[in-house]
């Protein structure tokens, strides 16, 4: 529960440092549409800095684990079909 406070309050937090650094670079240029562009624009580096670093190898790793339990799924859907097939064969089902 303390995780997940911490996560909404870091959230709100960089929500509303987004809004100040906004409201001052378009003091600076005159145009809030500028001023927008450039916050996104650091927003979207920022992003993708953290995805390179520190999220791609979990998820690559997150991915191989997901293959894994795909490949073992498939292998018991064909076990089972089988054993269905040998089923009906003994049992002289349709």
Not at 6 to 28: E, P
Not at 64 to 90: G, H, N, P, Q
């Amino acid at each position: 529960m303390s995780f997940l406070l911490f996560v909404v309050m870091a959230i709100v937090g960089l929500s509303m440092l987004g809004a100040a650094c906004v409201v001052w670079l378009q003091s600076l240029t005159g145009s809030l549409i500028v001023a927008l562009l450039l916050v996104a624009a650091l927003f979207v580096v920022i992003a993708i800095t953290i995805y390179l670093v520190a999220i791609r190898s979990k998820l690559r790793q997150w991915q191989r684990r997901l293959y894994t339990v795909y490949d073992m799924s498939l292998t018991f859907e064909m076990l089972y079909r089988e054993a269905v097939t040998f089923l009906k064969k003994i049992l002289g089902g349709t």
